[in-house]
């Protein structure tokens, strides 16, 4: 599955939080690709590939394509839309 979405935060922080995450301190996900504009995580159950695209106004689009993990891409997104307000909050 494939999904489109924006937030108001640099690609570098989409990563960080990603890594942070779905990562051995979130889900304890496999890092299985690290590259400056894809993330690919694995687990028993399918995968999450993370590509977040600049955009203008210091937004990104984040395309994110997984195969099950439905609740925690939820979760992440939730998470991405709590640091973009934050980061809006304090401008």
């Given at each position: 599955?494939?999904?489109?979405h924006p937030?108001?935060?640099?690609?570098?922080?989409?990563?960080?939080?990603?890594?942070?995450?779905?990562?051995?301190?979130?889900?304890?996900?496999?890092?299985?690709?690290?590259?400056?504009?894809?993330?690919?995580?694995?687990?028993?159950?399918?995968?999450?590939?993370?590509?977040?695209?600049?955009?203008?106004?210091?937004?990104?689009?984040?395309?994110?394509?997984?195969?099950?993990?439905?609740?925690?891409?939820?979760?992440?997104?939730?998470?991405?839309?709590?640091?973009?307000?934050?980061?809006?909050?304090?401008?």
């Amino acid at each position: 599955m494939a999904e489109m979405h924006p937030f108001r935060l640099s690609p570098d922080e989409v990563i960080q939080q990603a890594l942070k995450f779905f990562g051995p301190d979130g889900i304890d996900l496999e890092l299985a690709v690290q590259e400056p504009e894809r993330l690919r995580f694995e687990g028993k159950d399918g995968f999450i590939e993370l590509e977040p695209r600049p955009d203008t106004n210091n937004q990104v689009r984040l395309l994110i394509q997984h195969k099950n993990y439905d609740q925690e891409i939820q979760a992440f997104r939730r998470v991405l839309s709590q640091q973009s307000a934050g980061q809006s909050q304090a401008q």
